[in-house]
């Protein structure tokens, strides 16, 4: 079992820059891809980010790609989600996930 908890979230006008946490516990953290999903109003849940376990490796979606920065600290099994040059349309709830696991999401909302 593995329990994650997101923080972070909030209002923002567009340009300006939000970073999530999620922190996990329960199992090996370490040994674990963690990622990002978001879900807007109306539309399905969709990948933000991923980042590998081994060799931190990143990958991201093209509509954050050069604007969102995922990263983790293993020894305080949390992962972050640095985002920069805030759009409307990345307004959404942020979901942190690992495996089949998945937080209770944190609320992002951009204005224009």
């Known amino acids: 079992q593995v329990q994650l908890a997101e923080s972070g979230g909030g209002l923002v006008q567009a340009g300006g820059s939000l970073r999530l946490s999620c922190a996990a516990s329960g199992r090996t953290f370490s040994r674990y891809t963690m990622g990002w999903f978001r879900q807007a109003p109306g539309k399905e849940r969709e990948f933000v980010a991923a980042i590998t376990w081994n060799d931190f490796s990143t990958h991201y979606a093209d509509s954050v790609k050069g604007r969102f920065t995922i990263s983790r600290d293993n020894t305080k099994n949390t992962v972050y989600l640095q985002m920069s040059s805030l759009k409307p349309e990345d307004t959404a709830v942020y979901y942190c996930?690992?495996?089949?696991?998945w937080g209770q999401g944190t609320q992002v909302t951009v204005s224009s």
């Open positions: 996930n690992c495996a089949n696991f």
